[in-house]
């Protein structure tokens, strides 16, 4: 284990990070809104059926649900038990990689609770500035209506839950 880069071995190299790299996966298993919070779950309060977990997690729907506990069990994050029991009983719970990645996600919630209200007040920024620009451009020029959260490249701007 290389001292200076944590779990990483010594065979790790910085000039690696690139489109192809490992650490790029990482971030991948995890883009989805609710496989994050599926594995925090899981990793708190042990194994659950889907419906425990469900009511665990709250405002999720069966079928997101499903669709979450399958990817990370493609990922090799979740384990998927079936019970020969009649009638027939599945559990989920985490592998050993997802496991791992509890405490990486504690440190990002650490960096949310301390830089949150900052990414939110740049969002805010920037889709102000947005909002004037295209104030200003001509009618009908792309970029659509003023009160249209869309950037000059015709992405969605990231508001935020409950922002306007």
């Known amino acids: 284990m290389d001292e200076a880069h944590g779990d990483m071995d010594e065979s790790h190299d910085e000039r690696a990070y690139t489109s192809d790299c490992r650490v790029r996966l990482a971030f991948e298993v995890l883009a989805n809104r609710w496989d994050s919070v599926v594995v925090y779950t899981l990793g708190e ?3 659950m059926r889907p419906r425990q977990l469900r009511a665990r997690i709250g405002g999720i729907s069966p079928k ?10 493609y990922n090799g994050l979740v384990e998927r038990r079936a019970y020969a029991e009649a009638p027939p009983r599945v559990d989920y719970a985490l592998t050993e990689a997802g496991a791992a990645l509890l405490a990486p996600m504690r440190a990002m919630g650490r960096w949310a609770v301390r830089y949150g209200d900052a990414v939110l007040d740049a969002q805010d920024r920037y889709a102000a500035r947005e909002r004037e620009r295209r104030g200003h451009a001509r009618p009908g020029a792309a970029g659509g209506d003023a009160a249209d959260p869309i950037d000059e490249r015709g992405l969605t701007v990231a508001l935020g839950p409950g922002r306007p």
């Open 45 to 47: 309060d042990g194994p």
């Open 64 to 73: 997101v649900l499903n669709e979450a506990l399958r990817r990370l069990e």
